[in-house]
């Protein structure tokens, strides 16, 4: 077993036996073993998932969005990375890559039990600081001339052309 293996497990085991949820530097954990989880997201924030790990299990565990508003609907937008090399169908030979989402508000993410899994969910609400705001309009400078020419004398006679023929 290597080291980054034998840590997850460790980590794993360690927000087990802390009651299941974790603050750090406004981060929150919370592990998923036989009831849901639910994250209301209001729409002046955004929720920033860091990290979903699943251990055991046959399912695979996913983070699924409801959608509120006009759109409505819901989708799974991330799958939980299996830390474990269990033997069977779900097998793994070489460690999975952990991804991240963001979830811009206002939503409802909800991750669901798998039979048989440790699921740990890292996440961080974080403000929408450009969401509702006009944006500064950007000044559009064109060239104008600073001023116009105006003679300076006028003429006082008038010309006169005389012919001349050349032979």
């Given amino acids: ?12 085991a360690f927000f ?31 929720l920033k998932i860091t990290n979903f790990t699943q251990e055991g299990g046959t399912e695979r565990g996913v983070v699924r969005v409801n959608l509120s508003g006009d759109s409505g609907g ?9 830390i474990d090399l269990s033997t069977g169908i779900n097998s793994q030979a070489f460690p999975e890559i952990n991804n991240s989402v963001v979830i811009a508000g ?8 798998v039979l048989g899994a ?12 450009g969401g509702g705001e006009e944006a500064t309009p950007i000044p559009i400078v064109s060239p104008t001339p600073a001023g116009t020419a ?14 001349t023929s050349t032979p």
């Fill in 106 to 113: 206002p939503a409802e993410v909800r991750v669901a039990p």
């Fill in 16 to 46: 087990l036996l802390n009651a299941g949820f974790v603050f750090a530097g406004g981060f929150k954990s919370k592990v998923i073993t036989t009831s849901p989880v639910t994250i209301t997201v209001p729409d002046d924030r955004f």
């Fill in 118 to 129: 440790t699921l740990l969910i890292t996440y961080k609400k974080e403000p929408n600081e």
């Fill in 150 to 163: 105006t003679p300076s004398a006028t003429p006082t006679g008038t010309p006169s052309a005389t012919p």
């Fill in 74 to 82: 819901s989708v799974n937008v991330l799958a939980a990375t299996r």
């Fill in 1 to 12: 077993m290597t080291f980054k293996m034998h840590l997850s497990r460790s980590l794993v």
